[in-house]
């Protein structure tokens, strides 16, 4: 089994995955949520930051 494969997804395991990812985020933020008040702008930098290189992926011709 590789661990980096390209694979073509069907819509319904997108969907899976994305509930899966959001269902998790909600745990994690009701879990963290003093510290994440805290450092709001630290996790707004951070997500700014990864957000950069698939944005200029998708925007490139």
């Known amino acids: 089994m590789k661990l980096f494969q390209t694979k073509i997804w069907s819509w319904v395991d997108i969907w899976l995955l994305k509930w899966s990812v959001f269902l998790f985020g909600i ?8 510290w994440v008040w805290e450092h709001v702008w630290l996790v707004l930098g951070l997500a700014v930051i990864l957000a950069i290189k698939p944005a ?3 925007f490139k011709d």
């Open 27 to 34: 745990l994690a933020g009701a879990s963290f949520h003093d």
């Open 56 to 58: 200029m992926a998708y």
